[in-house]
């Protein structure tokens, strides 16, 4: 049995209010049955130095990755590894990390793929936890492994790879990577290593809508309207369109596919995680420079 | 010639020795070790020189006396552990060694320690990067 829903109105306003907690929510709940914590973090270290009591540490590098195939893990090592934390299948998995949830969100697109049903985020995350004061842990905590269930892996809903995309081109895109990144000016993040794309640019027709702009400062998600505000209004999705948002690999946009999927509840939302590290370097795919989204190429190159 | 520091070598053969699975223990250790900053360094941040290719915000100083021996100080944030012990790292490897000894550290050096399973790509190239810019500051340093 999966925990309750929380019944917090600030979230009655998004799509989905159930894939949302509050730092307070969780407070109340650490230690109850069904409930399994998990920090995912940028820093793989940062976990070590204090966590959420009884939380336990995901790393989207080491755990989540497929050391060869530049994939994520497949259906029997997802299940050992969730076996390994003490979920199971109907456990509710609350994921938080640093960085506005960046990494937490990247995991918790994971866990969609393989269609763990009650994933929620904690608002604000890592950072609004401590501001709190709230107390943290370096102990491990103890774990009872489960038996959780082989199950393939979904490429076919919310993800897309580079052919998908070129047959997408013509509904939005949604470019979430920096505007450097964007105009080409950069392939990589600012304050960021050079990450060896061969080109810099972004998809034909794709807006820019940097992934940061969802979070509010103290890394909760900003209102529905001001969500809207940005996404529909400036970068004119609309109602029951179907999206592709992409970054670098796939976890910056991870965050707003989340955004667009849970809280403004858009039902065909798809992550490029190949993104631009793919696209960029890709043979026979077009790309814009600059700061428009320019037009849709009449040949697609080579591969299209 | 390229060769590492008598410390370097020490703190790779300590990585090394260890299980893959305990290294990034040790590397936590070694952020907690990274020294404070002196008084007279830690009230200046104009002086330090940002490492823009680390993940999270990383500032140094690199120093180089009369006698071309060679001080490095590092600053780091707290929640920012796998920098820190990259800084660290690099701080008991080379800090007070010879001009010389650290120009000849090989530029993959990071790569010897045997993390690269553990951490991505990007995490490891903050560290080059550090060592690059200690080189960079130190062949600068030299021809003034």
Redesign the interface.
């Known amino acids: 049995m999966s925990l309750p829903v929380e019944h917090n109105p600030s979230y009655a306003q998004y799509a989905h209010p159930e894939r949302l907690v509050s730092t307070g929510w969780l407070a109340e709940n650490l230690g109850a049955e069904n409930l399994v914590v998990l920090e995912s973090n940028e820093d793989i270290l940062l976990y070590s130095t204090g966590h959420i009591p009884g939380a336990l540490k995901i790393d989207w590098f080491t755990e989540l990755n497929d050391e060869v195939t530049r994939d994520y893990v497949e259906g029997e090592d997802f299940a050992a590894l969730m076996s390994a934390k003490g979920i199971s299948r109907e456990t509710t998995v609350v994921l938080y990390g640093d960085k506005s949830n960046w990494w937490a969100a990247y995991a918790l697109w994971v866990f969609t793929l393989f269609g763990h049903e009650d994933v929620r985020l904690l608002d604000g995350g890592r950072d609004k936890w401590i501001a709190e004061g709230r107390e943290l842990s370096t102990g491990k905590p103890a774990v009872v492994a489960t038996d959780y269930p082989v199950v393939e892996r979904d490429d076919s809903v919310i993800r897309a790879y580079l052919p998908q995309v070129l047959e997408h081109l013509g509904n939005p895109l949604i470019d979430v990577r920096s505007p450097e990144e964007y105009t080409g000016e950069r392939t990589h993040m600012p304050n960021y290593p050079e990450e060896g794309a061969m080109r810099g640019g972004h998809i034909p027709t794709a807006a820019s809508v940097p992934w940061g702009r969802a979070a509010a400062a103290d890394g909760t998600f900003k209102p529905r309207a001001e969500l809207e505000a940005i996404y529909l209004d400036e970068a004119g999705l609309k109602p029951g369109d179907e999206v592709v948002a992409y970054c670098r690999i796939g976890e910056r946009s991870s965050h707003t596919w989340f955004v667009l999927k849970h809280l403004l509840g858009f039902e065909t939302v798809r992550n490029y995680d190949g993104s631009w590290t793919e696209w960029g370097n890709a043979v026979g795919v077009p790309i814009v420079r600059g700061e428009a989204g320019g037009a849709l190429p009449a040949k697609r190159g080579a591969r299209a | 010639m390229s060769a590492l520091t008598p410390a370097l070598a020490e703190i790779v053969e300590e990585f090394t020795e260890v299980p893959e699975a305990d290294r ?2 040790l ?2 250790d070694f ?1 907690r070790e990274l020294p404070e900053l002196p008084t007279r360094l830690a009230e200046h941040p104009e002086l330090f020189e940002q490492v ?2 680390c ?2 915000p990383l500032f140094l100083i690199v120093e180089v006396d009369a006698d071309r021996v060679v001080n490095l100080f590092f600053s780091a944030p ?6 820190r ?1 990259f800084a660290s790292v690099l701080a008991a490897g080379l800090d007070g060694c010879p001009a010389a000894e650290i120009l000849a550290v090989p530029e993959d050096m990071p790569a010897l320690l045997g993390l690269s ?4 790509p ?2 490891m ?2 560290m080059t ?1 550090m060592l690059a810019r200690i080189k960079r500051q130190v062949s600068e340093q030299l021809a003034a």
């Open positions: 990034l223990e590397l936590l952020s823009v290719e993940q999270s707290p929640e920012a552990p796998t920098t012990g399973r553990a951490l991505s990007l995490r190239r903050g990067a």
